[in-house]
């Protein structure tokens, strides 16, 4: 079946710009998660959504980051007037699990955002 | 901030050798994931091992866990030029409000010579 998909794949944004990335977990998975990665490193917490409710959001960096799943599958991240150090991957998963047990988590793709 | 540390931070091998990274962590966990990444795709899960498991293999893939040393190490044998990548591990905590949350070592770089 299909996998975790991420739109834009690639996006440059000037400093300032807001930007919005798109997540469709795997159909029906109740848990989505947003990381962050930045060059040469491993994937940072950012978020999390058990169907669509935002139960966890201590990764998030400032509140210039912002994440909602209205409906409970596709999820936007957005960051608001970016700054440089936004620049990195952000990668969005997705999970069946329905505790939080730590069951394996699907990612995507991955939206790399170069602020200039 | 990462979990834990990744050792080595960089490996070379030839095609057929035996490749070993290790991961250390500090809290308990309630399983322990291991992914690869290639240039310019996204995390593929590899392999999970939970917290009451020593041992588990997939294929040439063979991880094991210490919980009392809190480490875990990957084992790919017979390595292909297909293998290279960065390997993570990645740790969901116990307890709490975690909801499974993945914290990530800063990974392994593989790199399997033809």
């Known amino acids: 079946g299909a996998g975790v998909s991420q739109s834009p794949r690639y996006k440059v944004a000037k400093r300032g710009q807001d930007v919005a990335l798109r997540c469709d977990p795997i159909?029906?998975?109740?848990?989505l998660f947003w990381y962050q990665q930045a060059l040469g490193q491993g994937p940072e917490f950012l978020t999390y959504?058990?169907?669509?409710?935002?139960?966890?959001k201590s990764g998030l960096p400032s509140d210039r980051f912002f994440a909602e799943r209205p409906e409970g599958s596709v999820s936007t991240l957005k960051i608001q007037r970016t700054q440089q150090e936004d620049s990195a991957v952000y990668l969005c998963?997705?999970?069946?699990?329905?505790?939080?047990?730590?069951?394996?988590?699907?990612f995507g793709p991955g939206t790399r955002l170069l602020v200039l | 901030s990462q979990q834990g540390e990744e050792d080595p931070q960089a490996l070379s091998i030839q095609e057929g050798e035996n490749a070993t990274m290790n991961c250390s962590y500090k809290?308990?966990?309630?399983?322990l994931q291991w992914y690869r990444q290639n240039s310019g795709r996204g995390l593929v899960h590899l392999i999970l091992?939970?917290?009451?498991?020593r041992e588990k293999h997939s294929g040439r893939l063979r991880v094991t866990l210490d919980t009392s040393k809190k480490s875990s190490s990957l084992l790919i044998t017979a390595s292909r030029a297909a293998d290279t990548a960065s390997y993570f591990c990645?740790?969901?905590?116990?307890?709490?409000?975690?909801?499974?949350?993945?914290?990530f070592g800063q990974g392994t770089i593989l790199t399997v010579h033809p």
């Open positions: 959504f058990q169907n669509e409710a935002q139960l966890d």
């Open positions: 998963a997705s999970s069946s699990s329905r505790t939080g047990g730590g069951e394996t988590q699907y």
């Open positions: 159909s029906g998975h109740v848990s």
């Open positions: 809290t308990s966990i309630n399983n």
């Open positions: 091992i939970r917290s009451n498991e």
């Open positions: 990645a740790t969901a905590f116990a307890g709490g409000t975690s909801y499974g949350k993945l914290t």
